[in-house]
């Protein structure tokens, strides 16, 4: 535990880094996953979408404590809010991974209503099995954002990226849509609508705003009908959505940092050490201490 564990990890730490080729602080894309096991070694959380294509061999890692498992011709899609750790990957590991912000995709006017149709399905299952044929068009894809990133192209270059970055994601979307996977339309206002509008939120407050109210006002609904909503949408209330992020988080930095119980239940807002043990072991069953010394 003396170890000092980087929770959050921007683009554009990565990238100075040396970690991968990528645009200003937006996208960051490698090859050469094996190089960079140790920095992922525990779980990190990057606000940004990460696409991981397996076009060869296998990657072992973990989604917010779950166990994942990616092989040959397969996709994996994290979301921002997801927590993640490499632990293995094989020695004939052949793949792409790619980080792209949420600031860029809006940038280039995709927002996620727009990029995440498939939102609920992907939460709960986030690896697709592919035809190879498939993972070799996206894999060429990447090799050319590779070269492009790397690349001069003059005042061009901005817009060379943007453009192929569009064709990329309607090509995943379109391998999504040929497997079946159920999407929503998603109209402004709508149900669903305010349950992206809220999972924004949630992400960038959780750690210091532990309200319904305070999502309910910064959309513009009542907490009764904002609570009734994401119940409606995702089956969890938005007081069970906020809890599962504070307890996921606490989780993490007890088991993965040399934080204090005293320094956790500061970081995520809490009044004092006493009312962070009680909510932790209300939900989890356990006392930050038990949790810990498991």
Not at 133 to 140: G, R, Y
Not at 216 to 243: E, F, H, R, T
Request: contains cysteine; glycine residues 4%.
């Amino acid at each position: 535990m003396g170890e000092k564990v980087l929770f959050n990890i921007s683009i554009k730490y990565l990238l100075q880094n040396n970690i991968g080729s990528g645009l200003g602080s937006e996208i960051v894309i490698t090859s050469q996953v094996h190089e960079y096991i140790n920095l992922f070694k525990f779980p990190v959380r990057i606000d940004a979408i990460l696409l991981l294509v397996c076009a060869k061999g296998s990657v072992d890692f973990s989604v917010n404590l779950k166990k994942v498992t990616v092989v040959e011709n397969m996709y994996f899609v994290g979301l921002p809010e997801n927590t993640f750790g490499l632990d293995t990957i094989s020695d004939d590991f052949k793949g792409y991974a790619m980080l792209i912000s949420m600031d860029y995709l809006r940038s280039i006017s995709l927002d996620l209503k727009d990029v995440m149709p498939y939102y609920a399905y992907i939460r709960i299952q986030s690896c697709f099995k592919m035809d190879a044929a498939k993972v070799m068009v996206i894999a060429q894809y990447f090799e050319l954002l590779s070269v492009l990133l790397n690349d001069e192209l003059g005042n061009r270059k901005d817009e060379v990226v943007k453009g192929l970055i569009i064709s990329m994601i309607n090509k995943l979307s379109n391998d999504l849509d040929e497997m079946g996977i159920p999407s929503i339309n998603i109209k402004t206002k709508s149900k669903e609508y305010y349950f992206m509008k809220f999972m924004e939120l949630l992400l960038l407050n959780f750690r210091e705003q532990h309200s319904v109210g305070f999502y309910s006002k910064k959309i513009g609904l009542s907490p009764k009908y904002l609570s009734a909503l994401m119940k409606d949408v995702s089956g969890s209330s938005a007081s069970d959505w906020i809890n599962n992020y504070i307890v996921l988080e606490a989780k993490t930095l007890l088991k993965y940092s040399d934080m204090s119980i005293m320094q956790i239940a500061d970081y995520l807002n809490f009044p004092n050490q006493s009312f962070f043990s009680k909510y932790f072991k209300h939900h989890v069953s356990k006392t930050p201490k038990q949790y810990r010394s498991v």
